[in-house]
């Protein structure tokens, strides 16, 4: 669900706009992180009965839900395994309108839950969540709200947003397990692009750097191979681990990079912009891929703090969880 992801994944590589979540890389250092409040009173009222296999729970809450602040709240204890720091959790959820109870979808019928993993990263990025959830049980069902925001007047530079409601999700912690530790940089073997392509070479901290060429991107996804790495090939069900660089093309500029974040990123791959589904599926962990995305399959309706046009990637896979 869209929602979901708005709690976990980093903005620029969704279909519309999200929060942040990345995965540690460990070369970098990490501040300290302080957890606020849970606010756990707004979500008293909040009541869950678990559905049959495959089946939403029924929730059940007081109407207008008042969300003074990001809220979270351990609703139900589950009979499973603790949660432990570092491990991948599958979750499933349903979501509400807050103020009305309507509820516009929930992820019990899909095939999988979602991966996400509780790690450094995704605790500097969502310190009340990873921080509700390591510590509880598998089998827990927890209730997450935030308040509603106001309207966004569009300006030049970004399109407007609308106001949106108070929002409440409710978790289901449907499974834990511990995830092997990820490569720290690309390893493989170095392959020699063809001509036409931007160039790609690593400054004195080994950080991409991107030179756009000037001859017009392709008109079709370019996924092109810059280092062959040697470990499983990526599906695109995989969760995985990775550094990258983006730029537009058409100016080169930077828009996005877990590089200057100090922080590897983690993406379920089948939920992210599609130039990347397409173009890292088959790709194996260790390889460096250049990505050289047409509008299409990047951000056809870019929305705030979303790039427009045509988009290139460099994109180190470190490992599938």
Partial sequence: MRRLLALFL??????????????????????????????????????????????????????????????????????????????????????????????PGNSYADPTGAPYVFDAAFEQNNPLVYNTFVGANVGSQIAYARPATPEVPGSSAAPSQPAAPAQLVVFLIESAKDVAKPLSKPEGDAVTPPAGLPAVKDDDKGVPQITIPTTPASTSLVAQDLIVGKGQAVKATDTIVANYVGVTYKDGKTFDSSFARGQTATFPLNRVIQGWTQGLTGKTVGSRVLLVIPKALGYPNPTAGQPDGDLVFVVDILGVQ
């Avoid at 519309?16 to 606010?39: E, R």
């Avoid at 609703?75 to 109870?101: H, P, Y």
Wanted: one cysteine or more; proline letters at 6%; charged letters at 25%.
């Fill in 10 to 103: 980093p903005a620029l590589l969704l279909l519309s706009a999200c929060g942040a979540a990345d995965s540690t890389d460990g070369a970098s250092s990490t501040p300290a992180v302080s957890v606020p409040a849970a606010h756990a009173e707004d979500l008293a009222s909040v009541k869950v009965t678990p559905g049959a296999k495959g089946e939403a729970p029924k929730v059940e809450f007081d109407k207008p839900l008042k969300v003074t602040a990001e809220s979270i709240k351990v609703v139900s204890e589950g009979d499973g395994a603790k949660i432990n720091a570092g491990q991948s959790l599958t979750l499933r959820e349903i979501d509400f309108n807050a103020e009305d109870g309507t509820s």
